[in-house]
């Protein structure tokens, strides 16, 4: 029976699938103990599993290439590893032989035990550990919960999958693709997560906040994923296929339309040059980005390098990352930011501290990296032996008061020094910015300037923390709200600081990626945007059908205006 469940577009795109459902806890676990006569067969299906998830990692790790192979693949051994442990398998096979457990209750079982260890840890490192022990063990539990035969299954692989889950560490997203997985459906998480962020950046339709759908959905139900409405259809009908069809059609037509504008500079109607840099934090953005025309990098999320490995990542890795990444945009500008961890982002290095009370407002970005000398100034060198292949901006996140960016400069002149006595070839000169993400940073912007070379406006956090609604609760996405008056009067006022102090500005938050957001960026004096790659296209064409000069008249009104209709009948006046 057809069922259309609701949840938030986070990543735009139609796509036919079968489902998969991946949260362990979710599985139907029958714990009725096993007759004797039962225990051999449940013994093999367990082994059967085991093989069928080994197997599954080594066809990732045998299809994975390109620049983020060695980080993905080492994440994958790790789980490897985990699978072929003696001491897991043992306890397993005990609880089904000795226990007469069933398969399913004895890796529920077994997982149980195993995370109370983990989270007993102090080294927050290891306990960090846990989040493996679940990906592996739901990996098992997927595989016995299928009980299609491999024929099917290979049909089922050739549709390909769509992900069902509670939600998705960032960390999991970057090999759902080589997983052949089409598209993501979460239960929770939000738009703004750091996933949906990752899934824009891999064209991957994702929903998110669709509520019910771990309890609808089984393994292999056929779905309809619609990241543009918002909408899984379980079991489509002809009239839904068609509907996908003449999606699929119209994408098409829309695409080559836009793939027009690919090398065509971005101006508006009334020619004035505005410049669209792309947002990374995988290797394929870059291609992406080129192919698309973006003017730069005008934001590279190192964190995602860190997020990847069960090490923190040395200076020599770091620097062919950042090497490459500068190589590859073949001389326009990389604007690195250095490493924004925290609690809020899941992270498998255990460099955050998972146990703090209120992590959003807790140690991340360059508090942490203030917090951590050592690690501070291993990814400055790294980022200025970079600088010798092409131009870097050093950017800061998390940003409240002078003093960071008075350090930060410090660290910068210091790990230049010591690397040119050292015989590194480093760029001469360095712009040095702030992430404006902190409402502090924002109104003290007068005092802080004098500071930087640069501003980057983070709407995704800035917006969270003025209007103290958490980019990740989707309970709270209606107040979640980018044009809050408050908002906007910050953005106007940190823009025309900028130009006040012919310091450049760009905004780089999920915002700027919004064509329907354009407008009203261009009207408040937005010129430098940057977004994921994706979007270039369709916002450099929302520029060139406005008029700046008239929008720009617009301004005073728009700060004034009370709400969304309001702006809506001011901008129609352009
Ligand atoms: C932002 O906060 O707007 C931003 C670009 O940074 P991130 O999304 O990585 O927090
Ligand atoms: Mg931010």
């Known amino acids: 029976m057809r069922i259309v469940l609701a949840g938030i577009g986070a990543s735009r795109g139609m796509v036919l699938g079968r489902a998969r459902l991946v949260q362990p806890s979710q599985f139907i676990i029958d714990e009725t103990p096993l007759e004797p006569a039962e225990i051999e067969a449940e013994a093999a299906r367990l082994q059967q599993a085991l093989e069928t998830a080994q197997s599954e990692l080594r066809a990732i790790r045998e299809k994975l290439h390109g620049a983020l192979a060695r980080e993905i693949g080492e994440f994958i051994d790790a789980h490897s590893m985990l699978l072929n442990d003696p001491e897991l398998l043992t306890g397993l096979f005990d609880l089904v032989r000795r226990g007469r457990y069933r398969a399913g209750a004895a890796l529920k079982l077994q997982r149980d035990r195993l995370a109370a260890v983990f989270e007993a840890m102090d080294d927050p490192y290891l306990r960090s550990r846990r989040e493996d022990i679940d990906h592996v063990i739901g990996r098992v539990q997927s595989a016995l919960a299928r009980e299609t035969s491999p024929a099917e299954r290979q049909i089922a692989a050739r549709v390909g999958t769509i992900l069902v889950s509670d939600q998705i560490a960032p960390a999991e997203m970057t090999h759902l693709t080589a997983q052949g997985v089409l598209a993501a459906v979460c239960t929770g998480s939000s738009a703004l997560s750091h996933s949906a962020i990752l899934a824009r950046s891999m064209r991957l339709p994702m929903i998110v906040g669709a509520h019910e759908a771990l309890a609808v959905v089984h393994d292999d139900d056929l779905l309809l994923v619609d990241g543009d409405q918002g909408q899984v259809v379980v079991h489509p009908t002809a009239q839904d296929l068609a509907r996908y ?330």
């Open 245 to 574: 069809r003449q999606h699929q059609r119209d994408a098409q037509r829309e695409g080559r339309r836009l793939a027009e504008l690919a090398l065509a500079p971005t101006r508006t109607r009334d020619d004035c040059a505005i410049r669209l840099f792309a947002n990374a934090e995988l290797a394929g953005d870059v291609a992406q980005a080129r192919a698309n025309g973006a003017d730069g990098i005008g934001l590279y999320r190192t964190e995602f390098l860190f997020l990847q490995r069960h090490h923190l990542p040395d200076e020599e890795e770091q620097f062919l990352a950042y090497r490459d990444l500068v190589l590859g945009m073949g001389g326009l500008p990389v604007t690195i930011r250095t490493l924004d961890l925290g609690a809020d982002k899941a992270d498998a290095t255990g460099l955050a501290l998972t146990t703090e009370p209120n992590p959003a407002l807790g140690m991340r970005g360059v508090r942490l990296s203030m917090r951590r000398p050592a690690l501070f100034a291993t990814q400055m060198r790294a980022i200025l032996r970079a600088s010798a292949y092409g131009p870097i901006r050093i950017l800061v996140p998390m940003v409240t008061n002078t003093i960071e960016m008075q350090a930060t400069r410090r660290l910068i002149q210091i790990c230049a020094r010591d690397l040119r006595s050292e015989g590194h070839e480093v760029a001469d000169q360095f712009d040095l910015g702030a992430m404006i993400e902190v409402p502090a940073a924002a109104i003290a912007l007068p005092n802080l300037i004098r500071h930087i070379d640069f501003v980057a406006i983070g709407t995704n956090d800035l917006v969270q923390y003025t209007l103290a609604a958490d980019r990740n609760n989707d309970a709270l996405s209606e107040l979640y709200d980018p044009l809050h008056p408050a908002i906007l009067q910050l953005l106007s006022a940190i823009i025309r600081c900028g130009e006040k102090h012919a310091k450049p500005v760009s905004l780089c938050g999920e915002m700027a990626s919004d064509a329907r957001y354009t407008p009203l960026l261009l009207a408040l004096g937005l010129t430098n945007f940057s977004m994921h790659s994706g979007a270039l296209l369709e916002v450099r064409d929302a520029v060139s059908r406005c008029d700046r000069s008239r929008l720009r008249k617009l301004a005073p009104r728009l700060l004034r205006a009370e709400d969304r209709d309001a702006l809506r009948r001011i901008l129609a006046k352009a």
